[in-house]
């Protein structure tokens, strides 16, 4: 519990990027490259508990891509090119752009943290969607299911 909190804060604290930083080896247990000239997205649900639990839904440039249940993750398949990642709906106007360049691995959390929304209103959205590092998704991979 208290790996994951830290794990989180370092999350939430570190600034957003929107440029892509090019992961040389996916997280544990994948291969270094993706076939085809694609991009590997890994895109993760680190959602805390809810009453009623709701899946994260992600658009990228406005198509349905994810719709992940919380504690999840999911790995993609993404064209080269420029990709603009939201949460369906995009209520907080986060977003995550970055150019996808083939063969290179990617990594996304979105999670939607209830706590936040009491405890700090007029701060900081309780939904997030940014991009993390390899060491980052890493951890993550080893605490969430695949989907």
């Known amino acids: ?71 999840t993750y999911v790995k993609l398949s993404l064209k080269s090119g420029l990709h603009s990642l939201k949460p369906e709906p995009p209520l907080w106007k986060q977003e995550v752009r970055f150019t996808a360049e083939a063969g290179q691995h990617y990594f996304v959390v979105v999670a939607y943290k209830p706590e936040r929304s009491w405890l700090m209103p007029l701060t900081e959205a309780p939904l997030v969607l940014r991009q993390i590092s390899e060491e980052q998704a890493a951890q993550l991979q080893r605490e969430l299911k695949a989907k």
């Open 1 to 71: 519990m208290i790996r994951r909190l830290i794990l989180l804060t370092t999350i939430l604290c570190s600034p957003a990027s929107f440029a892509a930083e090019p992961a040389d080896t996916p997280p544990s247990g994948t291969a270094s490259t993706s076939a085809g000239g694609q991009a590997e997205l890994y895109l993760f649900n680190d959602s805390g508990w809810t009453l009623i639990p709701g899946d994260q839904i992600v658009t990228d440039n406005g198509i349905e891509i994810a719709r992940l249940p919380r504690q």
